[in-house]
């Protein structure tokens, strides 16, 4: 948000952040949607009332250490993702998301379409003299824990913002996984529903403190705040289609 310092809790040269993250039924995201833009800002990235649209492609290495790691709870962890917004490459990013225990950090960097075609195809040498931390820890990852693309994410965002406390809260709907094509460009992808009932994933994340009104807008969702991974959920969705 423009105008805005972090003041987010360093570790290291990585700024973390909060995160919780919720299962909201249908039946209450329109209540809730519209008590949260009395208080908060839609994000200026939106393209329409729903919000805007992101796809992600997520590696793993060999043994699948990310999706185990997610599964038991590992404190600290990380996975490593290309993403785009609304199927365009006018802006790709390979990201870096890492976990330390209630705390996130997101880094990234940007990549070129030929660059992401390269990776696609498995040739990764020309990240190896990158001025990037994550482009270079990926090609590094790539090399000697045989990192390959492992699943698809797809979905709407609808964000907010709140001034006070950097909060960014989101609802992510329609969540769909691949089961054809590992190519978040492919125009003739085939994805299916990852989510069965009816329900999104909503989030929020803050810096070190989530201000009193934001509190009391989501005191009913405490006891369902749940630890909701989108690249799991769809990893063992296609598993009933493919073995990724």
């Known amino acids: 948000m423009k105008g805005i310092q972090s003041t987010g809790i360093q570790l290291g040269n990585k700024r973390l952040r909060h ?17 949260l ?8 990235h939106s393209v329409s009332e729903e919000g805007y649209h992101i796809r992600s492609l997520y590696f793993d290495d060999y043994h699948d ?18 993403r785009i917004y609304n199927k365009s490459d006018a802006v790709i990013k390979m990201e870096r998301k890492s976990k330390f225990g209630g705390y996130i950090c ?17 040739d990764v040498e020309f990240l190896r003299e990158t001025e990037s931390a994550v482009l270079r820890d990926f ?5 000697n824990h045989l990192f390959r693309p492992r699943v698809i994410t ?9 001034r006070e406390g950097n909060v960014r ?22 994805m299916v529903r990852a989510i069965h009932q009816p329900m999104m994933i909503m989030e929020v ?13 989501l005191q009913n969702l405490s006891n369902q705040r749940s630890a909701i991974s989108k690249y799991v959920i769809c990893r063992e969705e296609t598993k009933k289609y493919y073995n990724l």
């Open 154 to 162: 797809d979905y709407v965002r609808e964000a907010y913002l709140v």
């Open 139 to 143: 090609y590094l990852s790539c090399k």
């Open 205 to 217: 994340k803050y810096d070190q403190f989530l201000p009193f009104n934001m509190r009391l807008l």
């Open 37 to 44: 833009r009395l208080i908060a800002t839609p994000d200026p």
């Open 106 to 122: 997101k880094e990234s960097a940007s990549i070129t379409r030929d660059e992401y075609e390269q990776i696609l195809a498995g």
């Open 65 to 82: 250490t990310a999706l185990y790691e997610k599964n038991y709870g590992v404190f600290q962890r990380k996975k490593y993702r290309i």
């Open 169 to 190: 809260i989101t609802f992510d709907k329609y969540l769909k996984a691949n089961v054809n094509s590992l190519d978040i460009f492919d125009e003739h992808i085939m």
């Open 19 to 35: 995160e919780l993250k919720y299962y909201l039924r249908l039946s209450h995201y329109e209540p809730l949607r519209q008590k």
